[in-house]
């Protein structure tokens, strides 16, 4: 299964910021227990690289590393055995050093001029992020219309209570989201409540009748 087939199998990707590599281990299998066997590790701290190789290690979790902003990151992200790499915007380096490694680049993109600019250096599929102040679903159906090669990740904002709207649309391959690993509860050592959250999370994914898969 590559790497698109899994996030679109989940449907649902946990973005996770860690303080401490320790808790990657824990945390992943919380995550894992609750059913969703996915994460996107931010590297917005310095536990980013240890916790994404943690986590890899465990053999049980699709890692993916998130907030990468220039090729050295992608070196150290794709070193520490990410599967994915994610940026908030579309940079070329960034997606090209993302070829070289042989791994999937999500590049953000919310506008119709970057997400053809992303079209333009060969990928299929992009970050929509930040979903919630960037028009939210109507705005991915409305470019999913002239750009209907093209699949979204959307990412930012995004919440129980409109992940519906998103999962509902065919152009969308999966959703982002932190609201099953909260920072406060996993640096509180608190995994069986990430459990419950996951498990709840993905009860309401089942719930919405799947999209349409691209290629389908």
Known sequence: MDTLTALRSARLVPVVVLDDARDADPLAGALVAGGLPVAEVTFRTSAARDAIRA???RGDVLVGAGTVLTPAQVDQAVAAGAGYVVSPGLSRAVVERCAEHGVLALPGAVTATEVQAAMELGLTTVKFFPAGTSG????IAALAGPLGDVRFIPTGGIGPSDLEDYLR?????AVGGSWMVPRDRV??????AVRRLTADAVALVRRVSPAT???D
């Open 55 to 57: 986590m890899s290690d």
């Open 136 to 139: 939210g679903a109507p705005a």
């Open 169 to 173: 649309i065919d152009a969308v391959v």
């Open 187 to 192: 640096a509180a050592g608190d995994f069986e």
């Open 213 to 215: 898969p691209p290629g």
